[in-house]
């Protein structure tokens, strides 16, 4: 008697080799409360299409809660009418403020 391990897609129930799969982690969906990994045909992946231009903010709020947005460059470009002046302006999240200098 042998023991025979199959791989297949979880979206098509179709059967392949180690090689013939990626793995595609579901980190954000409204109906999940954790990520979840799907094993996918590497023919299969054509069916998830990028966006394109995309970005993604994280919101950091005073009681220490913090979310992602994400959203279409056009739509944030459209919250002030110079935001690439002010992106080019902000501060870093790492380091010195911009223009300061060490006191020495």
Not at 5 to 18: Q, T
Not at 58 to 63: F, S
Not at 82 to 91: F, G, Q, T
Request: hydrophobic share 40%; net charge negative.
């Amino acid at each position: 008697m042998a023991i025979v391990s199959r791989k297949v897609s979880d979206l098509s129930d179709s059967e392949g080799s180690d090689a013939d799969f990626a793995q595609v982690v579901v980190r954000q969906h409204p109906k999940l409360d954790q990520p979840k990994a799907l094993d996918v045909l590497i023919e299969e992946l054509a069916q998830f299409k990028d966006i394109g231009d995309l970005v993604v903010l994280e919101i950091r709020m005073p009681d220490m809660t913090n979310r992602e947005v994400h959203m279409r460059l056009s739509e944030f470009n459209k919250v002030a009418p110079n935001m690439d002046e002010i992106l080019a302006k902000a501060r870093g999240t790492r380091g010195r403020i911009p223009g300061s200098r060490n006191s020495s």
